[in-house]
């Protein structure tokens, strides 16, 4: 895998995207590469957000120039509906994001409790609204380590 962001991170490559911001911490957002920008010799990428608009009176999406870091491929999809089990590290797909969290209980009808711990939340979730948390690591997918905590 080449350590040059522009080969993994073209124009129009869908990406996802994380915030530093306030309230948007602990999230990935679906978008689009719109090009690299050098911004004082550092390699930056402009991307359009899909679901996050410029401004709430509007219905243009969000562009914004971020440092590569911020930015990973879209993760594999998964193969048909998945069970997940109690202490999984999942992502849920809320406000518009996907959002970082655990199993905290399995419930009936295939649903899901999720805590958050970037918001201290516990909320509940379908199965199809999760997905099995993976981390974007020297260029591979990979799901999480069983921590020994």
Request: charged share 30%; aromatic share 12%.
């Amino acid at each position: 895998m080449s350590d040059d962001p522009n080969s993994v991170f073209k124009p129009g490559t869908e990406v996802e995207i994380s915030s530093d911001d306030n309230g948007f911490r602990g999230a990935w957002y679906t978008g689009t590469v719109i090009k690299p920008v050098i911004r004082n010799g550092k390699q930056l990428i402009q991307v359009e957000y899909k679901t996050l608009m410029a401004d709430e009176s509007t219905t243009k999406p969000l562009r914004e120039t971020l440092n590569v870091v911020q930015l990973r491929p879209l993760p594999p999809r998964e193969k048909g509906e998945r069970d997940f089990k109690f202490s999984e590290e999942v992502d849920a797909y809320y406000n518009d994001g996907w959002w970082e969290g655990v199993i905290t209980g399995v419930l009936q009808a295939n649903r899901y409790s999720v805590f958050f711990r970037a918001t201290r939340e516990q909320l509940e979730f379908s199965a199809t609204e999760l997905r099995l948390h993976r981390e974007w690591f020297y260029g591979n997918w990979v799901p999480p380590s069983k921590n020994l905590r």
